[in-house]
């Protein structure tokens, strides 16, 4: 089982007594960093707790606030060790190890804030020979192909010295989550995903929560979304929901990166068991030719399913936008605005298309939206344009999504049309559907679209098709918790 280790940086010694209180019970280790306080200083510590304390008075060689001499700042740890801390944290540069009680821990570590080091088995050694329990070697990542490389040797690590290795930064942050299952000896978290003491770092409700990393017993089967960004994708939370709704040992991570490539080279020969991607922006096209197989409509995908020793790729966009529209009319030789040439435009265009309807597609980029039109065989007009009388509209462009709802991508003078669909799906019902609506016009919400391509993801990668109604109370809750409202929870 994974357990985290929560470091808590306060300016005042009250403040920091608090904290100490409120979370020494909800984690396994709390790293106290001295050197945040604005005196030096000893916090006290309780009598009873589930958390062992660290103590941490970083120095500014090492992205430390410690402001005093360096006899004086290990003197501090000295005291920390004497005075109910069970474990200090020593840098590597450390010439001589102050004074600790036998029953001290310690934590060897080094902060690489520049760049990946490019000897890691080198650096490990280094810190082996220094002494202590636990070796720390935290570094920036600055591409995908330095996450690769960190994992990859993370995989090869002996089990004989106890370790923590992560990348810092963004783009490093999947080295945390799946730390967790390649041996690092503790998972930091932070207090609040929004206040991170550490770039990359994510939060205790999410990691107890959500991701449930000090939960597992044994290595979950992996699934995740790949594109930048993903840090504010709601698929974790519905993915992960719906496997524990269906008491599946399937994890479901968010993986920021910056190249699609090398994670694919890294995902087909990794002992993990990774098992299913969601794809967004940038790389819907990129997975279409990095799959083994594909099964899509157009040039993109936004699902991958492992098949056996390689990768199937597929579209649940493409179903998932036509399901609701077909259900309500047919489209053959109907007139349709496209309002967007985005991504998922060309999702959007190829479906109406392939159903008979005749498309407009209207952007402000006259070059963009001429290629994209041209590729489809279709019209184009701009903003400028409009009013364009035709017998629905698809709004591809994010123009009145939470939380600049009441903005909208046309003007009700406009809204000439008998159908309405927009694709976004917070908030459900868009300032340009409600306008529709007020005018006459059928109205489709992209919560129709979201929730149809989670359920058929979720559906090719486990075989087991989701209850959408439950689906949509559960993203229903979601948003209003988002917005700060109160909602009913629903049942797992």
Not at 76 to 103: I, K, M, Y
Not at 224 to 233: F, R
Not at 271 to 284: E, H, I, Q, W, Y
Request: hydrophobic share 40%.
């Amino acid at each position: 089982m994974n357990k985290l280790c929560l470091p808590l940086a306060e300016s005042t010694l009250p403040s920091l007594e608090r904290k100490i209180g409120q979370y020494r019970d909800q984690v396994d280790y709390i790293e106290v960093r001295l050197d945040y306080l604005s005196s030096p200083s000893l916090p006290s510590l309780p009598t009873e707790s589930r958390a062992e304390f660290l103590a941490t008075c970083r120095p500014p060689r090492e992205g430390g606030r410690f402001e005093g001499t360096e006899r004086d700042r290990l003197q501090l740890l000295s005291a920390a060790a004497h005075n109910g801390f069970a474990w200090v944290d020593l840098e590597h540069d450390v010439d001589q190890d102050p004074d600790l009680p036998s029953s001290t821990r310690v934590v060897r570590s080094v902060h690489c804030f520049d760049r990946l080091p490019d000897d890691l088995p080198g650096l490990f050694e280094k810190l082996e020979s220094r002494g202590g329990d636990v070796v720390k070697i935290a570094a920036t990542v600055s591409s995908t192909r330095e996450l690769v490389k960190l994992l990859s040797w993370m995989e090869s690590l002996p089990d004989k010295k106890p370790y923590t290795v992560l990348g810092m930064g963004g783009l490093g942050q999947p080295s945390r989550f799946l730390g967790a299952f390649l041996g690092n000896f503790w998972t930091f978290v932070c207090e609040d995903a929004e206040q991170t003491v550490a770039p990359g770092q994510f939060g205790l409700e999410q990691a107890t929560n959500l991701y449930r990393l000090d939960s597992w017993e044994s290595t979950p089967v992996i699934y995740g979304i790949l594109g930048n960004p993903v840090a504010h994708s709601r698929s974790p939370q519905l993915h992960n929901r719906l496997f524990q709704h269906h008491r599946l040992d399937n994890l479901y991570l968010p993986f920021q990166l910056d190249e699609l490539e090398p994670w694919i080279e890294y995902v087909r020969s990794s002992r993990l068991r990774f098992a299913g991607f969601s794809v967004t922006l940038p790389f819907k096209t990129d997975a279409a030719e990095l799959a083994d197989s594909a099964d899509s409509p157009v040039a993109s995908i936004n699902t991958l399913c492992r098949s056996g020793s390689g990768w199937k790729g597929l579209n649940t966009d493409y179903p998932a936008f036509l399901a609701p529209l077909t259900s309500q009319l047919s489209l053959q030789q109907k007139r349709a605005l496209v309002l967007g040439n985005g991504g998922v435009a060309h999702t959007v265009v190829a479906g109406l298309k392939n159903e008979g309807a005749r498309v407009v597609v209207v952007g402000r980029n006259q070059e963009r939206v001429r290629h994209l039109a041209s590729h489809y065989g279709c019209s184009h007009a701009l903003f400028s344009d409009l009013p364009l009388a035709a017998d629905l509209c698809v709004n591809t462009t994010p123009v009145g999504q939470y939380p600049l709802t009441e903005a909208s991508p046309l003007s009700q003078d406009q809204l000439r049309f008998d159908l309405v669909y927009d694709l976004i799906y917070h908030p459900e019902q868009t300032q340009l559907l409600q306008m529709a609506a007020q005018k006459g016009a059928q109205t489709i919400s992209g919560m129709e679209m979201f929730i149809e391509q989670g359920a058929l993801q979720f559906l090719a990668w486990t075989g087991l098709d989701p209850n959408r109604a439950w689906m949509r109370d559960l993203l229903n809750q979601m948003l209003a918790e988002e917005e700060g409202s109160p909602s009913e929870s629903i049942a797992s």
